[in-house]
């Protein structure tokens, strides 16, 4: 694994002074050559002059903020240069300018088997940025094909590693738990990427929804156990209402039922309590005689 070395370039105003000190000496000498006709002056000095000049100039280049330059000689390397500003280097250096800006990537919608085997649709934003210039450069191909190959890997095997949603329990689930999978997600991701020196600062899910073959169903399925999540705490809340009323009777001496009255009564005020309509009281104002 090829790591990262710092270097530090010449400065290009000195490059550029030795350029333009080796052009006028060239110049010179081949208006010495032209005066006095000397032409192997020509070949053994002002050809090489001007050569050295030429050279000189291609070896000046720029570094951009966030941004780094990968220095290699002849399928060596030699270093990584980090600090901006206008530099001068060997002529036969090859450069290969690398971006150490942040950027986010927007992954393409997926559809997968989730962890209980229902295919569901869903997509990340990675938001990343470059490490290590010699890893991104030399280890891996194209780091940037890398990081969306492995962006979508690791999507996949998160889907199947989560439910969609969890009913019974309070276990970790892709809608339920954001946080926790948007961790995961990101944790998994850098250590994928760590061989191409790359950096996940963030991981989260843009998209996730069941696929349209089972939306229908699973939709009933979510409203059903709101249903009967909304029921559960109606009746609690309705048992413990019946309670303080029957408490608050007996404390107060206000009417004395037997064990049936107490059942019938119970059973009227969870009929109101319970019930989706408001009740309709039926007032007894007597009894009936022939």
């Not at 105003?13 to 006028?24: K, S």
């Not at 030399?138 to 690791?154: C, G, K, L, P």
Request: some cysteine.
């Amino acid at each position: 694994m090829t790591k990262e070395r710092q270097v530090s370039a010449m400065s290009g105003a000195l490059g550029l002074t030795v350029c333009i000190a080796l052009a006028i000496a060239g110049i010179v000498s081949f208006i010495h050559v032209i005066s006095t006709g000397q032409v192997l002056l020509l070949l053994t000095l002002t050809s090489p002059l001007l050569i050295l000049s030429v050279l000189s100039a291609a070896g000046m280049f720029t570094v951009q903020p966030n941004q780094a330059v990968v220095l290699i000689l002849f399928g060596t390397y030699v270093g990584s240069v980090r600090r901006s500003g206008w530099w001068w280097t060997n002529p036969f250096n090859t450069r290969k300018r690398v971006t150490l800006r942040v950027r986010s990537l927007n992954g393409h919608m997926i559809k997968v088997n989730d962890h209980a085997g229902n295919p569901v649709e869903i997509a990340a934003v990675v938001v990343w940025r470059v490490l290590d210039t010699a890893q991104a450069t030399f280890d891996v191909e194209n780091y940037e094909d890398f990081v969306t190959v492995q962006s979508e890997t690791a999507v996949r095997h998160l889907a199947s590693a989560y439910p969609y949603d969890e009913y019974e329990s309070d276990a970790i689930s892709l809608r339920g738990s954001t946080d926790k999978v948007s961790e995961f997600l990101r944790g998994e991701l850098q250590e994928r990427l760590h061989t191409a020196g790359v950096e996940v600062i963030e991981a989260r899910l843009s998209h996730l929804a069941y696929a349209p073959e089972i939306a229908g169903a699973m939709l009933q399925r979510q409203q059903a156990a709101a249903i009967i999540a909304a029921r559960q705490r109606i009746v609690d809340g309705a048992v413990g209402m019946v309670e303080m009323a029957l408490d608050r009777l007996a404390k107060n001496n206000v009417v004395r039922l037997d064990d049936e009255r107490k059942a019938a009564m119970v059973s009227n005020l969870l009929v109101v309590l319970c019930g989706e309509r408001a009740a309709t009281p039926v007032l007894n104002t007597g009894t009936l005689t022939p």
